[in-house]
């Protein structure tokens, strides 16, 4: 070092010193000791312009809001979690996707909370299908489990005569052979008007149609009994007590309350008359309800053959807050077709029309179920059964209604074999149809996705 003029000194070292804590600022090394770590240096802090403060929303009561408001929003707008709807073996509800209006489970669900509290009397279903629910299969089972735990009795809907009234255990059934049925497969005469059930029954003079209850918990006595019958005027005699029938519209329902000690109702129909006779119901004051609406070899599109005005006055004689359309036994008759041109658009026109008709039901389209056939001697899944199940899963998706796929609660590829040759057989040998138990279980199945939902909304 130079032993001459030292004054620049002090403002060389100053400079040096700002120079590198400079430095330091922009670098902002993080120095920790132990327990302890520095604060970030910055010299130019008071130089800087401060940054606008954001003041934090605490209020609970906002908080509480927002959190009520998510909640609704995601009760009706909520997209569904992704799940493929050929393995789910749940229900998918496609009615939280259009709003409060949409056509899924929210309805039924809030019918079957307020008759839980006690605040609804009835809750009814409307079931319809093929051969696979005939004879009450499926349904009974169903009917039963919900009837034990929300409570009623009665067997719900049973048409005037039945081609399998033998078979069915949930109500004694007979009939006189001299009624005239007019149904899907045949041509009414002009003024016939089918029914719900698609049948139309003409009685001639002394027709009778008699039904005892069976010895079963929540079947075993008569409670209020209604007579559905359409458009005129005619006599019965109940029990050889005379009633008047006068129906204006074109279904008109006779109700009255049996005694419990009445083991039998007979109704008898004298002389000529023009009024067509649908069925009877029977329910209790209170509890849910399940009518039973089969009609063997159909594919669901024979519904489109009844009148608008019919629809519109089952509502409100007959009011149903779910109603449950389960088809495709009889669209898989060739097994290696996977088009289905012919049965879409003609279903898809059925499903829209009852989805405007019953705007304030709850709609569950229940997939086929699975259908085996034999191929290089071995029954394997009919290759039919994923393309139908993908179309009528298209309906209830487009329609904001709720889907459930039987193929995959029954365990998927190949499971109507294994239902059929298992230990235990649960379907019949034409790899097609249940017995008793395997409808008993397809019963229990849809009882527990039913149940899932209803205490999942709850939640």
């Not at 078979?167 to 049925?181: A, E, G, K, L």
């Not at 709850?362 to 290759?383: C, E, H, Q």
Request: proline share 5%.
């Amino acid at each position: 070092m130079s032993s001459g003029n030292k004054h620049p000194y002090p403002l060389l070292i100053t400079m040096g010193a700002i120079v590198g804590l400079a430095a330091v600022s922009f670098l902002k090394p993080v120095v920790s000791a132990g327990n302890y770590t520095l604060r970030p240096l910055d010299i130019f802090a008071d130089l800087r312009t401060p940054a606008p403060v954001t003041e934090t929303v605490t209020d609970t009561a906002l908080l509480a809001a927002a959190d009520t408001a998510r909640k609704a929003d995601s009760l009706h707008r909520a997209p569904l979690p992704p799940r493929d709807y050929l393995t789910y073996p749940g229900i998918l509800d496609y009615g939280y996707t259009t709003g409060p209006s949409g056509a899924g489970m929210h309805h039924f669900v809030e019918a079957l909370r307020q008759l839980r509290t006690g605040s609804r009397k009835k809750v009814r279903i409307a079931y319809f299908g093929d051969s696979m629910i005939e004879g009450d299969l499926i349904t009974q089972d169903l009917r039963d489990s919900l009837q034990a735990y929300f409570g009623g009795e009665g067997v719900g809907f049973v048409p005037a005569t039945s081609v399998v009234s033998g078979f069915r255990t949930t109500i004694t059934h007979s009939f006189s052979p001299n009624w005239t049925d007019y149904h899907f497969k045949n041509s009414p005469p002009a003024g016939v008007e089918l029914g719900i059930s698609g049948h139309a029954f003409m009685p001639a003079p002394e027709s009778w149609v008699r039904f005892q209850p069976v010895k079963r918990q929540r079947l075993d006595e008569f409670g209020e009994v209604s007579l559905l019958y359409g458009k005129g005027a005619g006599q019965v005699k109940i029990n050889d007590q005379p009633a008047e029938l006068h129906g204006n519209g074109n279904l008109n329902a006779y109700s009255f309350l049996a005694d419990s000690a009445t083991r039998s109702l007979t109704f008898k129909f004298a002389g000529e008359q023009k009024v067509p006779l649908y069925g009877v119901c029977f329910e209790s004051g209170n509890g849910i309800f399940l009518d039973n609406f089969s009609f063997r070899g159909i594919s669901g599109i024979e519904l489109g053959k009844l009148s608008s005005d019919m629809w519109k006055q089952v509502q409100s004689v007959r009011p149903y807050d779910l109603i449950v359309l389960h088809y495709g036994a009889n669209v898989l008759f060739m097994p290696e077709n996977t088009r289905f041109d012919w049965y879409e658009r003609p279903m898809e026109k059925v499903v829209d029309s009852l989805r405007r008709y019953f705007p304030q039901s709850s709609f569950l389209i229940v997939g086929t179920a699975d259908k085996s056939y034999r191929k290089n001697g071995k029954y394997v899944t009919a290759p039919g059964v994923k393309a139908l199940l993908k179309v009528q899963h298209q309906f209830a998706e487009e329609n904001g209604m709720a889907y459930w796929n039987l193929y995959s609660a029954m365990g998927g590829d190949g499971a109507m074999a294994r239902w059929v040759e298992g230990e235990q057989a649960l379907a019949n040998k034409d790899y097609t149809h249940f017995n008793f138990r395997g409808a008993s279980k397809v019963g229990a199945l849809l009882y527990k996705a039913i149940m899932d939902e209803f205490r999942q909304e709850a939640m």
